[in-house]
């Protein structure tokens, strides 16, 4: 396992996480929100008023409403992203990666209106009398590039995966795990079984569950977010000061943390910012594809809300009730995952700065110091008495009252690691560090008016949020299956998806986590090359639209 998330780490080096990516994005959205006009200022309150069936028209193509079609896109944006996605940017870019969130959902109002506006053109009926959409429609009939079109439909199949089913049923179960101790395989049993019944309906099934479940989760999570904020208000302001002042400089070292450059918090905000919008991506357009409605610039409209929605309210609010509550700085006793864990040659401390400046270089994989440890760890009862010949990070922050374990048992003897990892990987490792991901969350719930009992609504939420997500793109990838091998690979696909769906409640996180952002790229990529191409195209299908608005007398 080691070697496999090695292997994707340097994989993601070259795509995700290098600087051209997260620039490359971010410029493609200011782009097109200078080319048209900053439409996601001018026609917001128009996309409400859609979205609410306003300027519905009888015998408009489709199966869905727009409100539905808005429910499946955001079921398929809101979730993981906006709990464990927010806390991984604030661990590793600190306050200002999610500055670079809100540029990144700003923007993206005006990418994801773009994208859907082009696909909703190009959708087509399948077989079955459903509708079909999404930016490979529009690659091969707008660009009339098929090639294009087969690499975004494949990797689209590949990020359903990636990003809307392996990564959330293994947060719902490890977060069920922490809270309520319930074993894993109970979760991936129970939730596999009501993921089958449910896209087993196809969209309307889909959509109807979409439609209940995203009020719901977003009203339970919200009150929740209140009962921390309240007690924890007078940090508000700080935070946000934080957040704007650490944007273009970077965060400096507190408490366990060990500090950021601008470069990386950009790029993990922006990367994170990506992940929970998907504004770009070209997987909301495949939503929006079955509302009921003939101008494509109608739905288009719709989809500005969600970026909105799903970034600007629902990811700041996650990231007020962490950096408000501290607990972002903070260690907390936990188990180390193999994956967060590097023995570091030498005494470091991080009340050092030079020491901590070693060390965020070495995690960074710049000139350092600061080098891999290869040699013995002499225990005692599970306690190393040669600590001084090394550091043990875990978690990017420096680890403490370590323990070792092997079967259940504290270890008194001699481990070896090399190259800086544990020689015998069945050694179970504890202590204080920082944390990351959903258990950041779920800690920084526990300081508000519930206490205790705030764990419990990121649960839940979680749950509700990661279950409708991966619900969302079971949709996506049978639409990216019907496009490459016709109606009849839908079914295989399903099963597929929901013996995956058990199986990753079962597998490393960390490893699921490098999975997502490497398939995330192979379809941000070809559909943002294609939305650029077709920028006249879009211009002039706005134009039009809105000509048509005015001449009817609804323009708002």
């Known amino acids: 396992m080691d ?38 200022i001018r026609y917001f309150r128009h996309a409400i008023g859609v979205t609410i069936g306003k300027y519905d028209k009888e015998g408009a193509r489709g199966d869905t409403s727009h409100f539905q079609a808005l429910s499946t896109a955001l079921s398929g944006t809101v979730g993981t992203g906006n709990i464990g996605g927010v806390a991984l940017a604030l661990h590793l870019g600190g306050p200002a990666a999610l500055f ?11 990418s994801k209106f773009v994208e859907v506006t082009l696909s909703h053109k ?53 977060g069920l795990e922490s809270t309520f101790s319930l074993d894993p395989l109970i979760t991936a049993s129970v939730l596999s079984v009501l993921l089958a019944l449910v896209i087993i309906g196809g969209i309307t099934r889909i959509a109807k569950v979409a439609a209940a479940i995203v009020p719901t989760m977003a009203f339970i999570y919200l009150i929740g977010a209140i009962a921390v904020i309240i007690p924890n208000f007078s940090n508000i302001v ?73 970034t600007i309210v629902i990811c700041t609010i996650t990231g007020l009730v962490i950096l408000s509550s501290g607990v972002w700085v903070e260690k907390f006793e936990n188990e180390f995952q193999r994956a967060d864990m590097s023995f570091v040659a030498g005494n470091f401390l991080e009340s050092n700065p030079d020491d901590a400046g070693a060390l965020f270089a070495y995690l960074s994989g710049e000139d350092s110091v600061a080098g891999r440890y290869s040699g013995p760890v002499v225990l005692e009862q599970g306690v190393s008495v040669n600590a001084t010949e090394f550091t043990l990070l875990a978690a990017r922050s420096v680890a403490e009252n370590v323990t070792y374990q092997l079967d259940g048992q504290l270890i008194t003897g001699t481990v070896m690691v090399v190259d800086g ?124 639209y809105w000509k048509k608005m005015n001449h009817s007398q609804h323009r708002t």
């Open 421 to 544: 990892q544990l020689e015998d990987t069945a050694i179970v490792v504890r202590g204080d560090s920082l944390v990351h991901s959903v258990p950041l969350t779920t800690r920084a719930f526990t300081r508000g008016l519930f206490g205790e009992f705030g764990q419990y609504i990121v649960s839940v939420g979680l749950m509700l949020f990661a279950f409708s997500t991966a619900i969302a793109w079971s949709y996506y990838g049978d639409r990216a299956m019907i496009y490459l091998f016709g109606s009849k690979s839908v079914l295989p696909y399903r099963i597929v998806y929901v013996v995956g769906f058990f199986t990753a409640a079962l597998a490393d996180t960390t490893v699921i986590w490098n999975v997502s952002l490497i398939t995330i790229v192979l379809m941000t990529v070809p559909n943002l090359l294609g939305i650029l191409l077709m920028r006249k195209e879009m211009k002039s299908t706005v134009a039009a």
């Open 3 to 40: 070697t496999v998330n090695a292997f994707l780490i340097y994989i993601d080096g070259f795509l995700g996480s290098a600087i051209w990516f997260p620039t490359f994005l971010l410029t493609v959205g200011i782009f097109f929100t200078l080319y048209l006009g900053f439409p996601q």
């Open 238 to 310: 700080p935070s946000f000061l934080s957040i704007f002042s650490d944007a273009f400089t970077g965060s400096a070292a507190a408490g366990g943390f060990l500090g950021a450059t601008f470069a990386y918090a950009f790029d993990r905000g922006v990367n994170r910012g990506l992940y929970s919008n998907e504004a770009g991506q070209g997987s909301a357009p495949i939503a929006h594809a079955a509302a009921k409605t003939d101008e494509p610039a109608d739905e288009g409209m719709v989809s500005i809300l969600e970026p909105f929605i799903d």
């Open 100 to 110: 670079w969130m809100w540029m990144t959902a700003f923007f993206g109002m005006t």
């Open 122 to 174: 190009y959708r087509t009926q399948t077989e079955d009398g459903t509708m079909a959409g999404g930016p490979m429609y529009y690659m091969e009939k707008g660009l009339n590039m098929k090639w294009l079109a087969v690499i975004f439909a494949v990797a689209t199949v590949l990020s359903s995966f990636g990003t809307g089913n392996l990564p959330q049923i293994n947060s719902i179960a490890s």
